[in-house]
């Protein structure tokens, strides 16, 4: 049974969600503050934490930063605020999603599941190293076992997602893909609309790979289209 950690102040809405995910046989444990959060999530064995933004203590950026500093799970951030600095600051962060408030319970638990999934195929991957383990284009080296992304000999770190987005567009050269379907394949789901996500995880490549931002060698903006890695 998989084990999700709410950080959640308003006790309502930390109960609804609750209510749901046991209700699809997940074990849920709730905290109402950001200190006490940020501790359980260090020393619990989570497979997943739904992390609120606006928290007593801590807020959600802080505690989501100290936790992606030590963990790799899956952190779905949560808030009220609709405005999409706090959007890319919270996946800037490492968040490997964000949901706006309000929101279907039901809608919470897709995402959960889809996360989960995603993330148990990749800790389930590459017990085994094979040559078609490596993508290397224009000096870029993408290690898909290890995990590992270099750029022009110099390792850079790369959040879950934004290793998982820049593979597969390498992997997919010169090939166009609307942000609907990069959502949909890197997260697993739909994106019900909420496709800023994407663009944002493009962002954060982009600072990792390009010389020069403005003008990207690999990932290009095809627009009003999508994007493309160019080889």
């Avoid at 800037?92 to 148990?120: C, I, Q, W």
């Avoid at 022009?152 to 593979?167: Q, S």
């Avoid at 166009?176 to 663009?199: C, N």
């Avoid at 600072?207 to 009003?224: H, L, M």
Wanted: with cysteine; charged share 35%; hydrophobic share 40%.
């Amino acid at each position: 049974m998989s084990k999700i950690l709410i950080v959640e102040d308003e006790e309502a809405i930390a109960d609804l969600e609750r209510d749901y995910l046991e209700m699809n046989e997940f074990s849920v444990t709730i905290r109402n503050d950001g200190v006490s959060g940020l501790e359980e999530a260090m020393k619990g064995n989570y497979d997943l934490i739904v992390l609120d933004l606006m928290l007593p203590g801590l807020d959600g950026f802080e505690v989501c930063k100290r936790i992606r500093e030590e963990k790799n799970i899956p952190i779905l951030m949560v808030s009220a605020k609709k405005d999409d600095i706090d959007k890319v600051r919270g996946l800037g962060l490492g968040a490997d999603d964000y949901m706006t408030k309000p929101f279907s319970p039901n809608e919470l638990v897709a995402r959960v599941k889809a996360h989960l999934t995603r993330y148990e195929r990749l800790v389930g991957a590459g017990v085994a190293k094979q040559e078609n383990d490596i993508v290397e284009i224009r000096g870029i080296r993408i290690d898909k076992t290890a995990r590992r992304v270099f750029i022009n000999g110099e390792e850079r770190a790369f959040t879950t997602k934004e290793f998982d987005l820049l593979t597969f567009l390498a992997e997919h050269p010169n090939r166009v893909f609307t942000k609907d379907e990069l959502f949909r394949e890197i997260w697993g789901m739909e994106s019900i609309g909420d496709i800023a996500t994407v663009t944002v995880h493009i962002k954060k490549i982009r600072e990792k790979v390009e010389e020069d931002t403005a003008k990207p060698q690999y990932i290009e903006t095809i627009w009003g289209v999508g994007y493309r890695f160019k080889i």
